[in-house]
């Protein structure tokens, strides 16, 4: 090994037993663009090196599956011949380089995935993780977070219909952004991206090709984030929202026509890995004339053609006799084509330059020979996690009631979603906190009922119990689409984690991967896909623990999906399910300055299901006013919320547990829901769940007796509740 | 009685006006490269991004084939409705007095906005009485109205002001409240408001229907005087 080499393949983040493989693989030493594919092809971010193993663990099987993991995305079937696909992706450190642009190509890069599958993309949720608000890094991030996202699916025609975000300490450095896309499809139009047919042409749709995004699957993604990262900047792609909209169109268009025998967006690592992913499924092989790929600029090697990410490209595969067809497609919507190579029998990725070879790989190597890696997990001996700052030192329980609601967790999400469209095409039939998830009709597309979303994962939660806390995602995930009256399908996940070579960081992944697995099988959901974002560290140590999850469910009557808010005056105000409280990891011990505890409460699953299964009944069967899950911040806040939405006061007496602090803000995530409707309503509600009736819907105020004395104005909790708008300037 | 909505590349919202315009009617959408609309009682310029919106907002698609014959059609008297970045579309293309500046906020901004009829003496208001309020949504980054102070008073004095924001419900800074104005002739609307978001009941308030009616009716006793 030349020591040049040596220190190329070290600077390309492959150890040297990779590159030894590599030697083997190729029966040689590979060359520079070579090197550089493969560099790629072996990151975290492409072959899953650290997680695959683990991931094997989650059930992928369901009776509504239609595309499991593996494809761009994952689908389901929700009847009348129609699927909804979907995935969830970060865009991490793209976004704390540059968070507009970051966020923006997150976005669409999540669409291109969706409509690789033949799915039109139909909504868009985010997953947002930053610091603490008050540091000005965290505002930056946020205010150009939100911005791009908004800009990428406002410009493109999705609607951003859901979404969450959290503000802790160990995401200053390294903040989340994590994008999730639903698109709909005839199921017969669902398209698969394996590479088919010996002699057919591989052709390159979109943008043209610059140096934007070089490396970014083994520079940004697959490493830890260091001091320099602002010379990291080229590495981070440009969006162009209007460039995506003409190419989603062009490939609805074609795949509507039947014009391709497969479809791949190019993501990370851009050419070199769709079409290496397209020829291993296809188990065919590509030859591909990098000088025939239209450029964005001139001089551009080879190699950097082969690993460039600029956006808004896709790789399709057609018959020689359709490439007319294709043209005239693409020319109506103004998309450039350009056949780039062709399918071969091959099994090898060879790259050419006119005449010249200049790469040839088996595409087996480069897809399937990569190192998996055992995890060496080893749980940390005391809570590795620093305990906040105390921001909250009153023992009131009104004004920590307030504070709570003024907490930038808990706050209103208004100043973010408003800067959203949630209504263009015309589904959105609940719109973000309306309800606990958002519901999409499905009667335009031919279909009946409608499918509800939502998103969730408290880091902070998995930080204190990698195993119970991802259990609480799932199940909270679960409660807000009973709470509108939908049955789950499916799942999608995104796990963000620190560098899974440190054992403490490997103990929480598998923990957390255990934790999914086990609530799913006990809820029958399976996982239709997802991603894994690891190498969230900074010199601040590693971020919370944070897996994302994303579930889709359907529903038959959309007119019936609760709303969150109280509806009615002389309402009966009941809190069901599974819910024992706990105050240790909570929002309140957060404000207290409290440490993080090692573990969470354990849960009955079988009853959680339960408790989901009687709320989703009587939602659906419209008999419930309003249903809220009762989630951070507990159970006194969660009543604020329902006031909030409903815009009405709310008296509550007698309370249902004697203990005030832990009955009022106490924490069990996923188990309880504060249901309101009429008394018979809330009493058959009761013969399924367990129930307390415990108030009355109506007034101005916010009044509780016992075990708190406390009586709020709707406008003081308005007032505390707004608070995010000063983040916005 | 037919409405034609035309679709630019970079068009969002045109599905979505399609589907509100066959509540009320027949309707189609209209190609940006064609110059024939297919003889449509009504054209719908929608909302969206045409062409990316580069260089400004609805500049790029006044340009468009389809715009010679939408002027066309204006000029001889035919109903056109401007919807976000159609009434941008419009204004840029001198078919509307006035042009659509970046919000005051210099955000994008989606809200459910309360807007009063002002003057209902028009084919896209005969429905509704004057100071009827319609709760319809908006969404947009650049929708402030502007126009010179001169200009504004004779939009005024003309009648041209058709729907302003209700106190406290301007979401852009908008000169004078206004959320739709229409030419002098009154056959031209734009407005910043999505009525096509506003029909179903199901998806929100309908506060949009009765610009939809309008256009029937007024279509409907042109048919029935010729």
Redesign the interface.
């Known amino acids: 090994m030349s020591a040049s080499t040596a220190s190329r393949h070290r600077e390309l983040g492959l150890t040297d037993s990779e590159y030894d493989l590599i030697c083997q693989k190729l029966e040689r030493e590979p060359n520079g663009l070579e090197l550089a594919v493969f560099s790629l092809m072996w990151s975290e971010h492409c072959a899953y090196k650290h997680s695959k193993k683990l991931l094997s663990r989650l059930p992928t099987e369901g009776p509504h599956l239609l595309m499991g993991p593996g494809e761009n995305a994952g689908a389901v079937d929700v009847g009348d011949g129609l699927a909804i696909a979907f995935k969830v992706e970060s865009h991490n450190h793209p976004s704390a380089v540059e968070p507009f642009q970051g966020a923006a190509t997150g976005v669409g890069g999540i669409l291109r995935d969706v409509f690789a599958v033949g799915a039109r993309p139909i909504a868009v949720l985010d997953s947002l993780r930053f610091g603490e608000l008050s540091s000005p890094r965290s505002r930056y991030l946020l205010d150009g977070a939100v911005?791009g996202i908004?800009?990428y699916g406002?410009?493109?025609?999705v609607p951003t219909v859901g979404g969450e975000v959290y503000f802790e300490g160990p995401y200053e450095q390294n903040c989340l952004v994590n994008a999730m896309c639903l698109g709909i499809a005839r199921k017969e139009r669902l398209i698969r991206s394996a590479a088919a047919g010996v002699g057919n042409l591989l052709v390159l749709m979109g943008a043209r090709t610059g140096r934007d995004g070089i490396g970014g699957a083994s520079v940004l993604a697959s490493a830890e984030l260091g001091e320099d990262d602002a010379s990291k900047r080229p590495s981070v792609q440009i969006g162009?929202?209007?460039?995506e909209?003409?190419l989603l169109e062009c490939c609805l268009e074609l795949l509507e026509r039947d014009t391709l025998r497969s479809l791949q967006d190019l993501g990370a690592a851009g050419l070199s890995s769709s079409s290496s992913e397209m020829a291993s499924k296809g188990e065919v092989g590509l030859d591909i004339d990098v000088s025939k790929v239209p450029l964005r600029e001139e001089g551009m090697e080879a190699f950097e053609i082969m690993v460039s990410e600029s956006q808004e490209r896709m790789l399709c595969v057609i018959e020689p006799q359709k490439l007319a067809e294709l043209e005239e497609v693409c020319e109506r919507?103004?998309v450039r084509a350009t056949p780039i190579g062709e399918v071969t029998g091959s099994r090898r990725l060879r790259v050419l330059e006119g005449d010249e070879v200049v790469g040839d790989m088996p595409v087996e190597a480069l897809v399937d020979d990569c190192p998996l890696y055992d995890l060496e997990p080893r749980a940390p001996e005391s809570q590795i996690y620093p305990a906040p700052e105390r921001m909250l030192f009153s023992e009131d329980p009104a004004e920590q009631l307030l504070a709570l609601l003024a907490s930038p967790n808990l706050s209103s999400r208004r100043p973010l979603?408003?800067?959203?469209?949630?209504?263009?095409?015309?589904r959105?039939?609940r719109?973000p906190q309306e309800a606990d998830a958002a519901v999409l009709?499905l009667s335009?597309d031919g279909g009946q009922g409608a499918i509800a979303v939502s998103i969730d994962g408290n880091g902070r939660r998995v930080a204190c119990d990698p195993y119970w806390g991802t259990v609480e995602a799932v199940l909270e995930c679960a409660a807000n689409l009973a709470c509108v009256g939908a049955e789950p399908l499916g799942l999608t996940n995104c796990l963000n984690f620190g560098n899974p070579e440190k054992p403490h960081v490997a103990w929480q992944l598998e923990r957390s991967v255990a934790g999914m697995a086990d609530a799913l099988e006990a809820l029958g959901v399976p996982v239709v896909g997802g991603n894994v974002s690891l190498y969230n560290e900074s010199g601040g140590g590693p971020i919370y623990p944070t897996p994302v999850v994303g579930m889709v469910g359907k529903l038959e009557d959309?007119?019936k999906a609760a709303p969150a808010g109280f509806q009615r005056e002389g309402d009966t105000i009941g809190f069901c399910g599974e819910f024992m409280p706990h105050l240790p990891g909570s929002e309140l011990a957060k404000l207290q300055g409290e440490e993080l505890p090692t573990e969470l409460p354990g849960r009955d699953l079988a009853k959680v299901r339960a408790a989901h299964d009687a709320v989703r009944e009587a939602v659906g069967a419209g008999e419930l006013s309003s249903a809220h899950d009762v989630a951070e911040g507990g159970l006194l806040v969660t009543i604020a919320e329902s006031c909030l939405a409903g815009d009405i006061g709310a008296t509550v007496d007698p309370w249902p547990g004697e203990d005030p602090a832990l009955w009022l803000f106490g924490e069990c995530p996923g188990g309880g829901f504060l249901v309101s409707g009429t008394r018979e309503a809330i009493d058959r509600l009761a013969e399924r769940t367990p129930l307390a009736v415990f108030g009355t819907v109506g007034g101005s105020s916010l009044r509780a007796r016992d075990p708190a004395d406390l009586d709020v104005a709707l406008a003081d909790l308005r007032e505390a509740n707004g608070s995010l708008h000063a983040a916005?300037g | 009685m037919r409405f034609g909505v035309v679709r630019f590349p970079g068009s969002c919202d045109e599905v979505d006006a399609l589907l509100a315009c066959r509540r009320f009617a027949d309707a189609e959408l209209l190609w940006h490269g064609d110059r024939d609309l297919g003889g449509v009682d009504v054209v719908v310029i929608p909302g969206g991004f045409s062409y990316g919106d580069y260089l400004r907002v609805g500049a790029i698609a006044r340009f468009s084939p389809v715009m010679d014959a939408v002027s066309e059609f204006a000029l001889a008297g035919g109903p056109v409705l401007g919807i976000c970045n159609g009434f941008q579309v419009l204004c840029e293309a001198g078919l509307l007095p006035g042009a659509l500046l970046p919000n005051a906020g210099r955000r994008f901004v989606f809200r459910q906005v309360e807007v009063e009829v002002v003057n209902a003496d028009t084919p896209f208001t005969r429905s509704c009485t004057a100071g009827d309020v319609l709760s319809i949504p908006v969404k947009h980054g650049a929708g402030r109205y502007y126009a010179p102070e001169e200009s504004l008073r004779e939009l005024d004095a003309h009648g041209q002001i058709i729907l302003r924001y209700r106190d406290g419900h301007n979401p852009n800074g908008s000169a004078r409240e206004i959320a739709g104005v229409c030419n002098s002739d009154k056959n031209v609307m734009g407005l910043m408001p999505h009525p096509e978001h506003a029909v179903d009941p199901l998806t929100g308030p309908a506060g949009g229907a009765c610009l939809f009616d309008s256009l029937v009716a007024h279509v409907g006793q042109l048919v029935a005087a010729a």
């Open positions: 911005a908004g800009h406002n410009s493109i025609g162009d929202p209007f460039e909209k003409k919507w103004e979603f408003e800067q959203y469209d949630p209504l263009v095409g015309s959105t039939v719109r009709q335009h959309p007119a916005f």
